[in-house]
């Protein structure tokens, strides 16, 4: 999964970037053909809607397949891997836990504010930010030329001086950090780690043929003063093939989580483009569902019960 060059890269280096620069960055970490297997795992051209399953959901420009523990083995196991539960288990001097993850597709153009995430919520809304540590993981699943991390230099270490703040304003930024933004285009697979508590965005862009695919996953040392801390983590008992006591920890088994999945998405979270393409994935089946509708309505439960077995037992027989 991950390129020697990350695997055997010294841990104790890791943390020590990470403390002293607030971030770590790994050129093609993961391997590519990895990453393509993995993707065969998400259909980002078929969204949910009355479907009894984990899957995309889109909010304006990004698609986001969050539930991935739910129904993509290859995003399992990196998130629980042994390299990333070593770099945490060191960098962290408490317990640690998966607080959030999702695989994410930015489509045509997109414009993140500066901010931090070192997010206390009350529902969907930010109510706080809090001070326990944390690191924010970011796998670029395509070649990232634009729409990059930025993250400003040493910003980890001073941020807290904003926490009143919910976004820094571009302008802000640039009339007074300007030399410290740094930008991180990167080939496919590239790792980057970043200090929650780090001034950050994607970098705004506009380009109707470039979009921009990435794993996502932050970890906190959620300490028992912060219960409830974190999204749910919905994971296929299919893949826990390596749970230990160390895992269960991470992934929050037994502990409360009260935080809505991210993005909070609906109908009206769709671009008129979607909902007309949407509309025309549901008009064979509006005619189906009608169709069905007309039938129950007219025939008698037996009738249509001994239908299905007529049919059942003539399938039978061939
Ligand atoms: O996609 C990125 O480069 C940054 C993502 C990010 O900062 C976030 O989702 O909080």
Known sequence: MFN????????TQIVNDLKNKGYFAAEEALEEQYIDELLQEVDFNSILVNNNDVGVVIAQNIKFFTHC???????YDIITSRKILE???EYFDDNYKLTNHRVYQVNQKAHMPWHTDNNLQSGKQLAAKHNMPGLLFLIYFS????NAFQY???????SSKYDHEIYLSDDFIEKNYKPDILSFPMKKGSLIISDIHGIHRAEPFQDDNYNRTTLLFQVDQVGSEYVGHGEKNLVNTEYLDNLTPEVMDYLGFGFSRTYPAFPNSSVATLKPQDILALQKRLLPQTVEAFFKYIVNSLLPANVIIN???????LKQNK
Not at 143 to 146: C, E, I, K, R
């Open 4 to 11: 020697l060059n990350f695997t055997n890269a010294s841990t």
């Open 69 to 75: 523990l739910a129904s993509s083995k290859k995003t």
């Open 87 to 89: 770099i945490c288990k």
């Open 143 to 146: 070649d990232v030329t634009t």
């Open 152 to 158: 400003l230099k040493g910003s980890h270490k001073w």
């Open 307 to 313: 239908a299905k077995r007529i049919l059942w037992d």
